[in-house]
Structures are given as C-alpha cells and as structure tokens.
C-alpha cells in the first residue's frame, strides 16, 4: 500500500501521496491541476493575506490553475513564465533555475511586453509550492527587468525549511519525509 499524507488547507483535505526524491527522502506530491474545489478555496484564503498588487505572475505549469484562479477572484491580470520561448514571443527574456521536484535546469521566460506591462505595478509572485525557493528566485530575477516592485511572494505550501521563511505567505507548512 503506497503511503499518502493527510494535508488539510483552505477547509479542504487531500490524500497526498508520497514519491521518492532519491533514496533518502520523498515528498507528498501536491497537484492541483483538475482539482477545482482545492484550486478555488487556495486562491481565495492566499487573497485574503496578501497586500495591495497589480498582477500575478507564477511560473508554467503548476502554478497556472492558482495564479488563474486569484486573477479571477482579484479582477487582476496574471502573467505565467514559459518554460520555453513561443513563436508570439517579439522579445523574450530568459532565467534558468533548478527546482527540488525538476531533475535538470529549467528555464523561465517571459516576453518583453509582459514586463513592460509590470512596470510601476505591484507584482505578487504565486506558486503552488515554495521549496529551495529556485522558481521563486528566477520569477524575482524576471521581475527585476521590469520597474515593478515585488510586493509578495506566495505559495499554498511552504515545503521543509521554507516553511520557515519570513519573507513568503503561505496556507500550511509541507514536511519532507526523510527514510
């Protein structure tokens, strides 16, 4: 029987279950892709915590149904970063980052015209998932070309030691399981 953690956030409990990282430790998989229930009641109580903003910008893909989700709930624009540069793309600017559940470096991108868009605006950072902080770090970094001032970084889970952090907003802390 595969081992699950019992995750209660929003008034909403899921079943995670566990998957191995590397032979010392595994992570309980949060995944709200599909989950609309989970993926309403997020957004709304991350709403409720966040300071005054403009636009949300996350990262492709998992952060995209929750940065969606605030932007319907806010009546705000939400910005993702693509994992790769896409024909509409005129201008794109790129960050590479290493993320705990991403094997090899990833890339972040987004096109000069998103940027020009977050010049002057409050910008929240949004993620399923705060962990190393990798996507949180190379969102800051494609932030940091535009003159938008980053305002909050915030996450549904803050996983292991980031759940720490004093500089994220985040619903409930994510243990990591060591063996």
């Known amino acids: 029987m595969k081992k699950t953690y019992t995750l209660n956030v929003a008034g909403v409990t899921r079943e995670l279950p566990l998957c191995p990282v590397n032979e010392k430790m595994d992570i309980a998989a949060f995944v709200m892709f599909s989950d609309v229930e989970l993926t309403v009641a997020c957004a709304k109580e991350l709403l409720e915590k966040l300071p005054e903003f403009d636009v949300i910008v996350t990262a492709e893909s998992k952060g995209i149904p929750l940065a969606y989700e605030m932007a319907r709930q806010s009546g705000k624009q939400y910005i993702p970063a693509r994992k790769s ?17 991403t094997e090899a470096e990833q890339t972040l991108i987004i096109d000069k015209k998103d ?12 993620d399923d998932v705060i962990s190393t902080g990798g996507s ?25 030691d980031a759940s720490e952090r004093t500089d994220i907003i985040f619903l409930q802390p994510l243990p990591l399981f060591f063996k």
């Open 115 to 126: 940027l020009d868009y977050m010049d002057g605006k409050r910008v929240v950072i949004v």
């Open 85 to 101: 540069v896409k024909l509409y793309m005129q201008e794109p600017i790129i960050v590479n980052d290493k993320s705990i559940t």
């Open 136 to 160: 949180l770090q190379a969102l800051e970094t494609l932030v940091g070309k535009s003159t938008g001032t980053v305002v909050a970084r915030a996450a549904v889970l803050a996983e292991g």
